[in-house]
T-cell receptor, first 116, second 119 residues
Framework: NAGVTQTPKFRVLKTGQSMTLLCAQD?????MYWYRQDPGMGLRLIHY???????AKGEVPDGYNVSRLKKQNFLLGLESAAPSQTSVYFC???????????????FGNGTRLTVT | AQKITQTQPGMFVQEKEAVTLDCTYD???????LFWYKQPSSGEMIFLIY??????QNATEGRYSLNFQKARKSANLVISASQLGDSAMYFC????????????????FGQGTILTVHP
């Protein structure tokens, strides 16, 4: 039972390069999220999706784009990477509707991104 | 204003002793949920315990319990009989709003507390 799988685990980019982080979940969850983790700041929400074909902005969306073409996948894109985007990125998923209220989010193992 | 505040950047505890990790929150919504996650040095996020705003009793899960004081807006995590494997970062998080509402399950996290358990 894989849960939430993120690829890649590590990546180094040069300023201005682009990349896509992949997230896949096998729990049939409606809701999916991208967070970034920075020292002293906890996890902050970048974008989220409440279903296939839908996306919405979170707390820190600038510089990122997302797509959810299939229910099980949620992609995070960086079009022109900046050193400020050096961070650990977490994908998470959770059930939708009434179950979303008291259900925990399930997290992937994170992607460590360094932008030089 | 910070919605979730964890004021202890680091905590130390002796093995087999109990430790309390503090969490205060700020919301005007009467419906909310509070979650605690553990992040060991390997990096994964592990769900520990949940407390709903309407729950009458404090949540417990094995050695974890939540000291929920609604009027003070605090939801402190208590770990009893600490073990070396409890050394990790601990995050408090909040979800606001009712099921089916516009919160869409989003969690807001605190800054985290690093717990070190000494043998």
């Amino acid at each position: 039972n894989a849960g939430v799988t993120q690829t890649p685990k590590f990546r180094v980019l040069k300023t201005g390069q682009s990349m896509t982080l992949l997230c896949a979940q096998d729990m049939n969850h409606e809701y999916m999220y991208w967070y970034r983790q920075d020292p002293g700041m906890g996890l902050r929400l970048i974008h989220y999706s409440v279903g296939e074909g839908t996306t919405a902005k979170g707390e820190v969306p600038d510089g990122y784009n997302v797509s959810r073409l299939k229910k099980q996948n949620f992609l995070l894109g960086l079009e022109s990477a900046a050193p400020s985007q050096t961070s650990v990125y977490f994908c998470a998923s959770g059930p939708g509707g009434s179950r979303s209220y008291n259900s925990p989010l399930h997290f992937g193992n994170g992607t460590r991104l360094t932008v030089t | 204003a910070q919605k979730i505040t964890q004021t202890q950047p680091g905590m130390f505890v002796q093995e087999k002793e109990a430790v309390t990790l503090d969490c205060t929150y700020d919301t005007s919504d009467p419906s909310y949920g509070l979650f605690w996650y553990k992040q060991p040095s390997s990096g994964e996020m592990i769900f520990l315990i949940y407390q709903g705003s309407y729950d009458q009793q404090n949540a417990t899960e094995g050695r974890y319990s939540l000291n929920f004081q609604k009027a003070r807006k605090s939801a402190n995590l208590v770990i009893s009989a600490s073990q070396l494997g409890d050394s990790a970062m601990y995050f408090c998080a909040m979800r606001e709003g009712r099921a089916g509402g516009t919160s869409y399950g989003k969690l807001t996290f605190g800054q985290g507390t690093i717990l070190t358990v000494h043998p």
